[in-house]
């Protein structure tokens, strides 16, 4: 399965492959970790490698080349090991790996402080940490999630934030700490301002249409939902994604609300187009703290007036220009939610085009991939961490 090393080089240096591990599948949802390491994949090699799965076989390491040109590495290991034995295999599935495919320099990228028992022994010419969600706060969240994250703090030459609220919970713990909020290709979601053709799962149901795409988990307002459900009979509401660490069988059940499951990123378009609202019916707790919703510029793009409830990195900057409505009890959402219905959009959605004009997941890998190479570089003629560049608030430039 080894792969021939590209001919990728900046200047007289060879570009260093690059090593993930992460705690989210490739080919689960697709978000802010496919968008920044497909675009990764194109001038180098990277491998992505997954949280193990456990079941009945033998221990094995499934390698796959996804179609965006990632190395995606999924550890199977048996059920009933103790947590030592897990580490050491997933230890030795990584180093066989690397060996396999020659991977000699390269960098490596956490998305999450869990790998750390595995991965302290490598040797990469930098440590970048892409903290996307606050994890610790998120349900089911390792014990030791905190500890291993102070260790890849004090690992890391790089780090990078998911939203500004991260940024600033993280900024004073590293000494180039970077918020870089999620993107969006607005090309591909603008295509739902058009005519296109309509799920057949979503075909029979009537207009009004109010939609959410995304993770149906403990971060949704489920109350809420049901609320707006039940105070407007006459509104369907679509909500697209898999059900995860909940309990489906806790999920309202009215005939105005219509789970249809997970769809692909290239089908989202399609849904979207025929949606009259979009929404974001987030809780207020925890694990939405620091959440910077990659949906709010995708369904901006889409051109649908979006209702959120008051995320703080939904309010700024969205709500405070007034992008989007912001709205938490459900009185105030259903209100929200009929202003939206009459949006006068031939005023609004100028401004929401010149507000994404600037954004782009091109734009968001180029940053990072700068400072990345940057902090491998000063590895490589062995200038002192403590001289990288002080940290960048992205929200001002």
């Known amino acids: 399965m080894t792969t021939q090393l590209s001919n990728n ?6 570009l260093p492959d690059l090593v993930c591990l992460s705690h989210l599948r490739w080919n689960f949802v697709f978000q802010r970790p496919q968008h920044l390491l497909s675009r990764f994949a194109r001038e180098r090699r990277v491998f992505f ?6 079941g009945q076989s033998r221990p094995r390491l499934h390698v796959t080349r996804s179609p965006e040109g990632v190395w995606v590495a999924v550890p199977h290991l048996p059920e009933g090991l103790e947590a030592e ?17 020659a991977v000699h320099h390269y ?4 998305y999450t402080p869990m790998a750390l028992p595995f991965t302290r022994h490598l040797q990469p010419r930098a440590v970048a940490y892409d903290c996307m969600d606050e994890l610790s706060a998120f349900r089911g969240a390792p014990p030791a999630l905190l500890r291993y994250e102070i260790e890849l703090l004090q690992r890391a030459h790089v780090v990078f934030t998911g939203g500004q609220s991260l940024y600033e919970a993280k900024r004073d713990r590293h000494h180039s700490v970077h918020a870089f909020p999620s993107s969006v290709d607005v090309a591909h979601f603008a295509t739902a301002r058009g005519a296109l053709r309509e799920p057949a799962d979503q075909a029979a149901i009537p207009h009004p249409r109010l939609g959410f795409f995304g993770v149906v988990d403990e971060r949704m307002d489920l109350a809420l939902l049901e609320a707006v459900a039940h105070a407007r009979p006459d509104w369907q509401l679509i909500i697209i994604g898999p059900v995860v660490k909940i309990d489906p069988a806790t999920l309202p059940r009215r005939p105005n609300l219509h789970f249809l499951g997970g769809k692909l990123y290239t089908e989202l378009p399609a849904y979207l187009a025929g949606w009259d609202v979009a929404l974001l019916p987030f809780a207020r707790n925890e694990s939405t703290r ?3 919703p990659t949906k709010t510029p995708e369904y901006l793009a889409a051109g649908k007036p979006v209702v959120s409830t008051s995320i703080r990195d939904v309010v700024r900057p969205y709500g ?6 912001i709205a938490d009890t459900p009185e105030d959402f259903v209100r929200a939610c009929e202003a939206a219905l009459a949006e006068d959009r031939a005023a609004w959605l100028p401004r929401v085009d010149e507000y994404l004009a600037e954004m782009s997941w091109d734009n968001t890998w180029s940053g990072m991939k700068a400072l990345l190479d940057a902090a491998s570089m000063r590895r490589e003629v062995g200038e002192r961490p403590e001289s990288a560049a002080t940290p960048v608030d992205m929200a001002t430039i």
């Not at 490698?49 to 456990?54: A, D, Q, V």
């Not at 960098?107 to 956490?110: D, E, N, T």
């Not at 405070?320 to 409505?325: I, P, Q, S, T």
């Open 290 to 292: 620091f959440i910077s």
């Open 107 to 110: 960098v490596s990228w956490y």
């Open 9 to 14: 080089v900046v200047g007289t240096h060879q």
């Open 85 to 101: 034995q897990v580490v050491a295999l997933q230890q030795q599935m990584l180093d066989e790996l690397l060996h396999e495919h």
């Open 49 to 54: 490698y997954e949280e193990p799965l456990f």
């Open 320 to 325: 405070e220009l007034g992008l989007v409505r």
